[in-house]
């Protein structure tokens, strides 16, 4: 079953959907990120952290998107402030939004690349189709690498 045009997504408060939903100027997906930098001297992963707000009109076409780095830090410990700006920052942007409720959404592919990363939700193929033929079967939500796949019901993978 192909991508639909619009792909429901649905809320699930304290978890990787606690922060979509509705706003009097449509819908919106916030999230803060980590995208793997590289390592350190230590072998430790490097991680540039970033708070996300994508929105959409009503009927779920991308507006536009609110993307900034928090700064990035190697795993462990010391990464707890710049996530936590990150946080901060995205729960900002997130009380500006006049009448925003946490909902259930259904947005259409987009695709925004920031500091060489891919931010959006991409169809894309992971299934075998012996006729040979690919199609769009799964869309995915860069970077958390959320999966949406039929019956198209709003929950997802990771």
Request: glycine share 12%; hydrophobic share 35%; net charge negative.
């Amino acid at each position: 079953m192909t991508v639909p045009d619009l792909v429901p997504i649905r809320h699930e408060p304290d978890y990787r959907t606690s922060t979509i939903g509705q706003w009097d100027g449509g819908q919106f997906f916030a999230h803060v990120g980590g995208v793997v930098a590289g390592r350190d001297g230590a072998g430790r992963v490097v991680r540039r952290w970033y708070s996300v707000l994508h929105e959409f009109d009503a009927d779920g076409h991308h507006l536009g998107s609110r993307i900034r780095s928090a700064g990035t830090v190697a795993d462990g410990p010391g990464k707890v402030p710049v996530v936590e700006a990150a946080q901060r920052l995205m729960e900002e942007w997130l009380d500006s939004l006049p009448g925003r409720r946490f909902a259930d959404i259904a947005v259409a592919p987009f695709v925004v690349e920031v500091d060489g990363t891919l931010f959006g939700l991409v169809p894309e193929c992971h299934g075998e189709y012996s006729d040979g033929e690919e199609q769009h079967d799964w869309a995915d939500f860069y970077p958390n690498r959320l999966g949406f796949s039929a019956p198209w019901d709003g929950s997802y993978d990771t």
